[in-house]
């Protein structure tokens, strides 16, 4: 159950090494319209001590599901790069007359940015080369972490997960509608700062309706803001 009559329903992060910014994207949960509301988002580094932390206030907030964005400049963090992982904590307090309402369930992240230069790919200010190894049953053992382990061993700094459209949608009896990756795989990599890509979900059964019909639409996108 959510925290009544208002609460965090869920939380995203952004990082931006070109901006020196970090966003956090809320989804604030109502049961009416509220207003003097505040998020506080307190960072916290490996060793657990706060490594930095700002306050918003939020805009008025309407009955049901909110998305706010609220961001700070944060000019010196420790940056996660390709085999030198570092994963901070967030956590996320919503307030209203310096009265705590809800805080929303602790994560790790690393402060990284990708993008491209016409062929280049960029990381944090660098190019960067991935070198791309595919993370299956058949290739490397299992997609654990002891097929992450083995996949660096021969000098592998990145992998993929198999893009199967059978993931998603279809119902089959070996893959759930909604797959959930393996958590261990996931920390493992990001503490290593070995690189993962997860497929986006498939519209291989879906067709143009994924485009023509707005309640298959509003469903695809909410798969994807999930993933």
Known sequence: ????????????????????????????????????????????????????????????????????????????????????????????????????????????????????????????GHETHWRLAFLHNSSFGDASPKGLAFARLLGYNAGYIQDHPENWWRGCGWAPETPLFNPDLLRAADRAGFAIMLPAPSVCHLGTAVFEDAAVRKDFEREMDLH
């Open 1 to 124: 159950s959510r925290p009544r009559p208002e609460g965090i329903a869920s939380v995203v992060v952004e990082t931006s090494w070109r901006k020196k910014e970090i966003a956090f994207d809320l989804e604030i949960d109502a049961d009416t319209p509220v207003a003097g509301l505040s998020a506080l988002t307190t960072v916290l580094n490996e060793e657990g001590a706060k490594a930095f932390s700002f306050e918003s206030r939020l805009p008025d907030i309407a009955a049901g599901h909110t998305q706010v964005r609220v961001a700070s400049t944060w000019k010196d963090p420790q940056l996660w790069e390709l085999d030198g992982g570092y994963l901070y904590t967030a956590e996320v307090q919503l307030l209203r007359d310096n009265t705590l309402l809800d805080t929303a369930q602790p994560f790790q992240f690393g402060f990284r940015e990708i993008w491209t230069e016409g062929r280049k790919l960029m990381m944090n």
